[in-house]
Structure formats: C-alpha cells, structure tokens
C-alpha cells in the first residue's frame, strides 16, 4: 500500500501562483507509478486535473486544466509537484494527490488551497 502525502496548499490571491507537492511516506515513488493530481470544490465532484508517470514523466492534463497546471516531478526529492498559475476564485478546492500501482489506487488526504481577493 502507498501513504501519499500532499503539501504546500493555503490560502493564495487571486492571479498568484502556488505549488503543491506529493510524496509517499515511509517509501518511494518506483517505476511504472502513475501519480495524478485531482481536485475537489464546495459541492462538486472530485475531477482530475494532470497526470504523470514516474519512470519516464509522460504527462497528461485535462483539458480544461491545460495551461495554467502544470505537473512534474524531481526524481533526486522523490516528489511529484503540481504548479499553478493566475488562480482564479474557482480554484478554491482541496486538491489531492492519488498514486496508482500495479492497479491498486491510493489516495492522500488532500491539502485545501484557498484564493482570495
């Protein structure tokens, strides 16, 4: 079983920037791991934004995401990060980090990203 552990939400001014990071406690990211980054706002249902594989970094965005998320991750800090521009007041959500392995989905326990005025 994988424990990922997000960090780095808060609260953030509307157009501003933040990243958020992903790891796994008491272990690694390995091989063919896909780690994706979601979101879920007050009163919707929780929707993917990005997508990345650890190996070789192969990424995919949502759409609707592409262009102002941006997913990578630093192998040598064994962390997927989820970088965010120009938030706008719709970004207000708990974001989380999932990672599948070998078929199996865990899933942190989000971290809140506020944007204000």
């Known amino acids: 079983q994988v424990q990922p552990v997000e960090s780095g939400g808060g609260l953030v001014q509307a157009g501003g920037s933040l990243t958020l990071s992903c790891s796994v406690s008491?272990?690694?990211?390995?091989?063919?791991?896909?780690v994706a980054w979601y979101r879920q706002a007050p009163g919707k249902e929780r929707e993917v934004i990005a997508t990345?594989?650890?190996?070789?970094?192969?990424?995919h965005y949502t759409d609707s995401m592409r262009g102002r998320f941006t997913i990578y991750r630093n192998y040598h800090e064994n962390r997927a990060f989820l970088h965010m521009n120009g938030r706008k007041f719709e970004d207000t959500a708990i974001y989380y980090c999932?990672?599948?392995?070998?078929?199996?989905?865990?899933w942190g326990q989000g971290t809140q990203v506020t944007v204000s005025s």
């Open positions: 990345i594989t650890w190996d070789d970094g192969s990424r």
């Open positions: 999932s990672v599948k392995r070998e078929c199996v989905v865990d």
């Open positions: 008491g272990g690694t990211f390995v091989g063919d791991d896909m």
